[in-house]
């Protein structure tokens, strides 16, 4: 393991973990990753062993069968994990955000029917709120839930880019919920959050629920994408998210909070990943008689390459810590996705060039990460979305005073 991206002040349960996960990467994960991503296959035995570790269940408190570990402990694993292959820290991260939605906003409950299970990875979660033609404007949702007689709700509407669309059983749906809500009510503040539980698959998964397919993708493969399409389906009053309509916009952004910190990990181990490749390939690639290391060009792509990986950790980091601290931490939290994201793709097509031609061939792993780096770019919100929300509380903390 070398000098870059360490974590100081770590405790020894902490750094035990993370030991654990870096050797089950090592062993189970990067020697499998890019045959089964070629192949689009989705991980199953590496997704039963991240069970037996207990990673379904880090965040989730002690008291349901979770771990009661911090964001922090969290972010360093998925961190490890996206190092080895990105697409199984999604399958994880998005189970993840329903687990933390649930224990933040959930009914008692709630939190005891979901989060026993969620701890052991038996009911796994997904979040939807993306729709077709939507973008990053959420508040545009078109999907509605509507109130019947007897408390319960018929759900309608389209959905799209749902990670683990067809291996979860728990899909945390947002929706407009229009009721109790004057005219000129601003959009946000009539959304709600229905709990969605189904088998897994494709198809339909029951009644008034429909998992067209995977959706086929540049790279992210192994995770399985889907749309998700709602027909008159039917949701008791007891699975609105924390009981109460017209608060889903307030928990799904809580949601992405932590799963901006997450993608940050995600750019974090992918870019570790990509230097560790680079820099081993540019001291055994020889021309003019000696390693390209020894190239000054080379030399200063990997100075540049490790600077990246070590700011990108350190953000990544500090945002994980702010929101532990139980302080908002939207500004860190945009800063350290924004960052890492780019840095990230910099610092694979940096190795990507290292490698030269043999970068373009899928024997190499480079070939892969070159394709998985740019859905960072777009996860949990575009570069420009993180943009206007730092832009927006660096006004705020910086008022003019004049």
């Known amino acids: 393991m070398g000098r870059l991206a360490q974590t100081d002040g770590l405790t020894e349960v902490q750094q035990e973990i993370l030991s654990t996960v870096r050797a089950f990467v090592d062993k189970e994960i990067l020697p499998v ?41 969290y972010a360093l694993c998925v961190e490890e994990i996206a190092r080895g292959w990105m697409s199984v820290s999604g399958i994880i991260n998005t189970h993840f955000i329903v687990a933390y939605m649930l224990k933040q906003h959930g009914t008692q409950e709630q939190k005891e029917h979901f989060l026993p299970r969620m701890a052991t990875g038996e009911v796994r979660g997904a979040f939807s709120m993306s729709e077709p033609g939507l973008g990053s404007d959420v508040s545009a949702i078109s999907s509605k839930g509507v109130r019947e007689d007897d408390g319960g709700f018929v759900l309608d509407g389209q959905k799209m880019w749902l990670t683990n669309g067809g291996s979860s059983t728990l899909v945390a749906v947002l929706c407009r919920t229009d009721e109790g809500h004057p005219e ?62 017209g608060r889903g916009f307030y928990q799904m952004m809580d949601g992405v909070e932590v799963g901006r910190v997450n993608v940050a990990a995600r750019g974090c181990g992918v870019a570790q990943r990509a230097f560790e490749l680079g820099i081993d390939y540019a001291q055994q690639r020889h021309t003019f008689g000696k390693p390209i290391a020894q190239h000054q060009a080379i030399q200063f792509k990997l100075a540049e390459m490790g600077t990246k990986v070590e700011a990108a950790h ?66 949990e919100g575009t570069a420009e979305i993180q943009k206007m929300i730092v832009g927006r509380r660096l006004l705020e903390e910086y008022r003019f005073q004049g």
């Open 33 to 73: 990753a890019t045959e089964l991503e070629h192949r689009d296959e989705y991980p199953t035995e590496i997704v039963e062993g991240l069970k037996e570790l207990g990673l379904f269940g880090l965040m989730i408190p002690e008291e349901y069968g979770g771990l009661g570990e911090s964001l922090l402990t």
């Open 314 to 379: 350190a953000l990544m980091v500090g945002a994980a810590r702010t929101k532990d601290a139980g302080q908002r931490n939207d500004l860190e939290a945009g800063m350290a996705k924004y960052l890492a994201s780019e840095y990230c793709k910099e610092v694979v097509e940096d190795a990507f060039r290292i490698h030269g031609g043999y970068g373009f061939s899928k024997e190499y792993e480079i070939e892969r990460l070159y394709r998985e780096a740019p859905m960072l770019l777009i996860g």
């Open 184 to 245: 000129g009510t601003a959009p946000h503040k009539s959304m709600t959050t229905f709990l969605v539980e189904k088998e897994p698959g494709f198809g339909e998964v029951r009644p008034g629920l429909t998992i067209p397919g995977k959706i086929d993708k540049m790279g992210y493969k192994g995770v399985d994408t889907t749309e998700l399409v709602m027909q008159g389906l039917r949701v008791p009053a007891d699975r609105v998210l924390g009981g109460e309509t």
